[in-house]
């Protein structure tokens, strides 16, 4: 009998509880950290970390002016353009790094056991699938934006209503409403898709050699057949997702203090030594300060990993238990003793007595 959204938790927390700390090892729970973070399982698992806005000083603007001096505008647009294009080379590089660390993760949790090298040469076929229906359902998303942002715009410009907003401000606020409701179901579609696939195709990928559209051939009669089971999972996959975003924000908050009061003394007696060596706000420092900002920013980041890792193997075996008493194969990979036990026994031939000599 399928397990319900509900009784799935207790096999996933029991799952976790065995593969984090019975035994503990360190060196697993940091490679969990790792590919749980370069899978995108932070941000699917619940977690977030806070946002610090410095507020600007009055005089950083002079500060930056002496310090810097005033270039060609094309330097300028020439520096924003490497910046986009390193970003969006940036943006595609990590998400083939992701895709391929969506399958280790998923077989660090069925195997109890994070082995990084190996699943990275083993998993290069599959990630590279996943890899190429991401970035295609990425453009899809970010384009049927466009249309339902960009059309109404264009309708609203076509019909004047722009140039004169106080004569159809009604229209334009119906309008505006009825926009945002559009927007937010299909922000909700698409990541109700994105969730599925990464939990119910991947596994079908992983184990069959399958592509993503053979996946969802597959899964979408399941869904079908079965409406109430996985809507029951969404709902508790975000409820659970809300708490444990509470709980590691919190967590992740208190660490990120602590890391803060070293880091901040450490900068005060820099800024202090280069005063007193006669430093300027100038390229050759500002550029000193991103890059210790930089390894700062990447230190607090692991840091989250590493307090995440509980939910980064929580969230992946309460799907894959949900999933793995509708799917046998998955079944089969989760219960390899049972699988075994389940083969009946090779009957042995009776035994022949030697025959008798000739003669």
């Known amino acids: 009998m399928p397990l319900s959204a509900i009784d799935a938790i207790t096999p996933a927390f029991h799952h976790t509880k065995q593969q984090l700390l019975q035994p503990f090892r360190a060196a697993q729970w940091a490679k969990l950290a790792l590919v749980g973070f370069l899978a995108g399982e932070m941000t699917s698992g619940g977690c977030s970390s806070p946002n610090f806005n410095i507020p600007a000083h009055p005089r950083s603007q002079h500060l930056l002016s002496m310090g810097l001096p005033v270039q060609n505008p094309m330097l300028y647009a020439g520096l924003i353009a490497i910046l986009i294009v390193t970003g969006i080379v940036l943006f595609v590089l990590f998400l083939y790094v992701s895709s391929v660390m969506r399958f280790i993760l998923f077989d660090s949790v069925i195997a109890k056991r994070c082995e990084i090298a190996k699943g990275w040469n083993q998993r290069q076929r599959p990630g590279m699938r996943y890899f190429v229906w991401q970035l295609l359902f990425s453009f899809v998303t970010v384009a049927a934006l466009a249309i339902l942002v960009g059309v109404p715009f264009a309708f609203a410009f076509a019909a004047g209503w722009l140039k004169h907003p106080k004569e159809h401000i009604i229209a334009m606020v119906l309008g505006g409403i009825a926009l945002f409701f559009v927007f937010l179901a299909w922000m909700l579609v698409s990541v109700v898709i994105q969730v599925l696939t990464k939990d119910f195709v991947v596994p079908q990928m992983a184990l069959e050699d399958l592509g993503p559209i053979q996946g969802w051939r597959r899964l979408l009669p399941m869904i079908q057949s079965e409406k109430g089971g996985y809507a029951a999972y969404l709902g508790m996959k975000i409820v659970m997702n809300l708490g444990a975003a509470m709980v590691l924000a919190i967590i992740s908050l208190i660490a990120i203090l602590l890391m803060l009061i070293p880091v901040g003394g450490i900068g005060v007696i820099a800024v202090l ?9 100038n390229l050759y420092t500002i550029s000193l300060g991103v890059v210790f900002g930089c390894i700062f920013i990447a230190v607090v980041i692991y840091a989250i990993s590493l307090i995440s890792v509980p939910a980064t193997v929580f969230f ?44």
């Open 316 to 359: 992946p075996a309460y799907s894959i238990y949900f999933f793995a008493s509708r799917y046998p194969r998955l079944a089969e990979a989760l219960y390899p003793l049972a699988a075994v036990s389940s083969v009946p026994p090779v009957e042995t031939p009776p035994f022949l007595p030697p025959p008798e000599p000739i003669g």
């Open 273 to 281: 030594i280069g005063k007193t060596a006669g430093l300027t706000l």
